[in-house]
């Protein structure tokens, strides 16, 4: 299957913190994204990466790809209150679909 | 200005009954999206538009048509709604097909089956 794994299911840390969510996937890829979702909101797109990149940069996000072993990691640095949310990886092959994992809802506790 | 609208936000109706959503994009996009999030958060595509014709058809009961009228509209009528049909259904669009481009989401539609 092409979908992306989220790992862990549920993260919980202190504000200030790093957190980091890993995605697994099992097939080849065009690219790979990254999404955020807020309680009762829609997906925002954070970043996308290209298999041919191993590693993209967008204010405190960081994220690499390793298509060895087929996983990408989410890195936010300095969490905020406001970065609680469940975050999505997804990935894409050929002209297919985009396809996503069940998310990690991560909390940031004050 | 809102990108990607979607209405209603809430939709609660008792089984049997017909639906319709509606989905509009003002970013120039050619490409629209139905996607069904369940209670447990598993986001699944239903169906994708690219200017107006069908490119992508999951495994979705025939009591789902989607019509776009024109590229910046992709709507969503469910027939004969049954319980398990509950869920949020966001409506998306991206520049390419093929998820080769990010794609902008709606805000969702909660939809209750009673």
């Known amino acids: 299957s092409q979908q992306g794994e989220e790992d862990p299911q549920a993260l919980s840390i202190q504000e200030g913190e790093n957190a980091t969510m890993n995605c697994s996937y099992k097939?080849?890829?065009?690219?790979l994204q990254w999404y955020r979702q807020n309680s009762g909101r829609g997906l925002v797109h954070l970043i996308l990466i290209r298999s041919n990149e191993r590693e993209k940069h967008s204010g405190r996000l960081r994220v690499t790809l390793d298509t060895s072993k087929k996983s990408s990691s989410l890195l936010i640095t300095a969490s905020r209150a406001a970065d609680t949310a469940s975050y999505f990886c997804a990935t894409s092959r050929g002209a297919q679909k985009l396809v996503f994992g069940q998310g990690t809802r991560l909390t940031i506790n004050p | 200005d809102t990108a990607v609208s979607q209405t209603p936000k809430y939709l609660v109706t008792q089984m049997g009954n017909d639906k319709s959503i509606k989905c509009e994009q003002n970013l120039g996009h050619d490409t629209m999206y139905w996607y069904k999030q369940d209670s447990k958060k598993f986001l699944k595509i239903m169906f994708s538009y690219n200017n107006k014709e069908l490119i992508i058809n999951e495994t979705v009961p025939n009591r789902f048509s989607p019509k776009s009228p024109d590229k910046a509209h992709l709507n969503l009528h469910i027939n004969s709604l049954e319980l398990g049909d509950s869920a949020v259904y966001f409506c998306a669009s991206s520049q390419e097909t093929g998820g080769n481009s990010p794609l902008h989401f709606g805000n969702g539609t909660r939809l209750t089956v009673t």
């Open positions: 097939t080849s890829i065009n690219n």
